[in-house]
């Protein structure tokens, strides 16, 4: 089926700026709360949230085969499920109705009473309701690097990582809608140069600039997907924070990986933009350094993402401080090959699974996706705006991520991805 809604020539009849990451290409997907206080799922063109369960009521995806409720409910788990020739013919209708030369709605100022609101009168809210959350480790510059710092050059890459995309599975109730503040963590530490760990909060507070994508229904139990049919079954990508302490992490990793210095929250954007809505800005990702074991093969190596990603800071005196600046196209391990390989053991993947790039990082200092690289593990602070300095970030600092894909006709982007650090809360039992 024809991707309609992806004509670089197509222009609405609603207001979209120069520059705008909605223009009508784009057509995401996200969950609001409208000024009426009614939860609806939605899409944006512009400045405009658009209610889809309004506008699925008045007639709109006549001749679609939708549920009657389909939109009208907290999460996109159902539409999700669906699969991709509802996501298709969905997109195709919104972009066929919002189009300049059509004036079905455009006329019909009392349905648009109903349907378009101001993105700024809405409540963002999560977009889905998230299953299980796997976070990978697929950035070959970022894996280095901290290999690097943590076990010198010599070992800086595990033996496994150039034959399998690793990760680990995270904690989906801490992930959390863009804007929600995060806590700084309690956690166990070992401060330098002692032999007991002590309970405080993280001094090493850092980001991960990330990528996530989410699935529709892959498979049962036992069963396995091919890296080649892989690709149906994502849905679309976000932007995503996976936060850090890096100070409890380094404490507890050892033997099982990851745990409390990751599951106090992550981070997503709330509007998921659609794979139909990326296919022009499709890339070669990095040549591989061994050939992987057939089951992760791939025919094509169109199999990346040119999407521009950067990491901001605004401090509490209002100051945007730009951080990094990197690329989706960095990493190593493709979607597809994450998901080849999620599948290969039989473990089912299911609609609204959560799975994360890993950090980003490019080829360059200043295309590091985390401060722990930026830095270089605290030993080369950065300096702000405003004279101070951050090894890591402090309570106050507001961490906003932004990415986008363009060429010379049309700009999708993926809106912003922000949390702001909150002071830790001193547990009762500490005096």
């Not at 050892?254 to 981070?267: I, Y």
Request: hydrophobic share 35%.
């Amino acid at each position: 089926m024809q991707i309609a809604a992806n004509n670089p020539n197509n222009k609405s009849w609603l207001n979209v700026a120069e520059g705008c990451d909605f223009p009508i290409q784009n057509i995401p997907f996200g969950v609001f709360i409208t000024k009426d206080d009614i939860i609806t799922i939605g899409t944006r063109i512009g400045e405009y949230a658009i209610d889809l369960g309004a506008f699925h009521q008045l007639g709109y995806f006549e001749g679609i085969p939708l549920t009657d409720d389909m939109f009208m409910q907290d999460s996109l788990n159902d539409f999700i499920s669906d699969g991709r020739k509802t996501w298709r013919l969905v997109r195709n209708r919104i972009a066929e109705i919002f189009d300049s030369k059509n004036e079905r709605l455009k006329n019909n100022l009392k349905h648009q009473e109903v349907i378009i609101f101001d993105v700024n009168e809405v409540e963002m809210l999560l977009p889905i309701s998230v299953g299980d959350y796997t976070d990978f480790y697929s950035s070959k510059e970022h894996a280095t690097n901290v290999g690097i710092m943590f076990r010198g050059a010599e070992n800086a890459l595990m033996p496994n990582w150039l034959h399998m995309p690793i990760g680990y599975h995270g904690r989906s109730s801490s992930v959390v809608v863009s804007g929600t503040k995060i806590r700084r963590p309690y956690g166990q530490i070992l401060p330098a140069g002692e032999t007991q760990p002590v309970f405080m909060p993280t001094s090493a507070m850092d980001m991960e600039l990330e990528t996530a994508f989410i699935t529709t229904d892959v498979n049962n139990l036992g069963e396995r997907v091919s890296v080649e049919e892989a690709g149906e079954y994502i849905f679309g990508m976000v932007l995503f924070n996976d936060w850090s302490a890096r100070d409890i992490q380094k404490w507890e990793y050892v033997p099982l990986g990851p745990f409390l210095g990751k599951s106090f929250a992550s981070s997503m954007s709330p509007w998921i933009i659609t794979m139909d809505a990326l296919e022009p800005f499709k890339c070669n990702g990095p040549k591989q350094e061994f050939t992987p074991l057939p089951y992760l093969q791939q025919e094509s190596t169109e199999n990346s993402y040119d999407i521009k990603l950067k990491a901001s800071v605004e401090t509490e005196n209002g100051d945007l401080n730009l951080l990094t600046e990197t690329n989706f196209k960095h990493l190593y391990w493709t979607m597809s090959q994450q998901l080849a390989y999620h599948t290969s053991n039989g473990c089912n993947v299911r609609a609204g699974d959560l799975l994360g790039s890993g950090t980003i990082s490019g080829p360059t200092k200043n295309s590091y996706g985390s401060m722990l690289e930026l830095t270089w593990g605290g030993k080369e602070p950065i300096t702000l705006k405003d004279g101070t300095k951050r090894t890591f970030f402090n309570d106050g600092d507001h961490v906003i991520i932004r990415g986008y894909c363009k060429d010379d006709k049309v700009r999708i982007g993926f809106g912003k991805c922000t949390g702001k650090i909150m002071p830790s809360i001193e547990p009762k039992h500490i005096k």
